[in-house]
Nanobody, 121 residues
Framework: QIHVVESGGGLVQAGGSLRLSCAASGSIFSINTMGWYRQTPGQQRELVAAITRGGTTTYVDSLKGRFTISRDNAKNTVYLQMNSLKPEDTAVYYC???????????????WGKGTLVVVSS
């Protein structure tokens, strides 16, 4: 079984920073793109940032400059550094990993359960 676990969320004041972590584990052959998404009640889950195995990054335009995505392939871990946080950043942040498992040798997407980020004003 593949497990994806996020950590690092919490309550912060506007202008503060948080670093989210997401670690994948299990019978993994390799991991292609990893990404961060966020969702608020009644809203669709939206992409925040993504990073390929080789380090190519993608950001939503509104967040570019404040958030930075990175990864450590040896640890099967992706990070999201969030700076200058605003109340509108409040959401549950989810990690997604495109994993090629040893059993199938085919890529499937796996989601974590999410970590809550609350930014107070």
């Amino acid at each position: 079984q593949i497990h994806v676990v996020e950590s690092g969320g919490g309550l912060v004041q506007a202008g503060g920073s948080l670093r989210l972590s997401c670690a994948a584990s299990g019978s993994i052959f390799s991991i292609n793109t990893m990404g961060w998404y966020r969702q608020t009640p009644g809203q669709q889950r939206e992409l925040v940032a993504a990073i390929t195995r080789g380090g190519t990054t993608t950001y939503v335009d509104s967040l570019k400059g404040r958030f930075t995505i990175s990864r450590d392939n040896a640890k099967n871990t992706v990070y999201l550094q969030m700076n200058s946080l605003k109340p509108e950043d409040t959401a549950v942040y989810y990690c997604n990993a495109a994993v090629i498992t040893r059993a199938t040798m085919w890529e499937d997407a796996y989601w974590g359960k999410g970590t809550l980020v609350v930014v107070s004003s």
